[in-house]
């Protein structure tokens, strides 16, 4: 059976949404995350984050990464979403960022992702690079 883990997006702002990805690992023990990922503009291409629902995420290589990201496969009219590091919104293109903190810290207002790669890095060992569930609410 896949894991499951869970998108809650709390801030939406106008260049951004952040938001807190959570999982529950089999000792029942709950991990969490901080997200970023662009304004919710339906769904639109390069601008947008994606729509909210269950989507199937599986570790696949990125040729944009050059290396192996957990990809968001079915997303409606969207292709390449993945789950990687990044620490500021305007490095993104519809993938959700992974951290563990936020905090403006260059100071223009918008709230930036400390210790992305760190993140990464535990999330794809927690699931064992596994494929699993994502439900963003």
Do not use: W
Not at 1 to 15: I, N
Not at 41 to 69: A, P
């Amino acid at each position: 059976m896949k894991e499951k883990v869970y998108l809650f997006r709390e801030q939406f702002r106008e260049k951004e949404v952040t938001g807190i990805l959570i999982y529950r690992d089999e000792n029942k023990t709950i991990h969490t995350f901080n997200t970023l990922e662009l304004p919710d503009l339906n769904n639109q291409k390069n601008i947008s984050c994606i729509l909210k629902g269950t989507y199937t995420v599986l570790h696949t290589y990125s040729q944009h990464f050059k290396k192996y990201t957990y990809e968001i496969i079915n997303v409606p009219d969207r292709e390449g979403i993945r789950i990687h590091s990044t620490n500021y919104f305007y490095e993104l293109r519809g993938c959700i960022a992974v951290g563990k903190y936020l905090y403006d810290t260059n100071k223009d207002g918008e709230l930036d992702l400390l210790k992305s790669r760190e993140a990464i890095t535990q999330f794809e060992e927690l699931l064992k690079k596994q494929p699993f569930t994502l439900t963003i609410i």
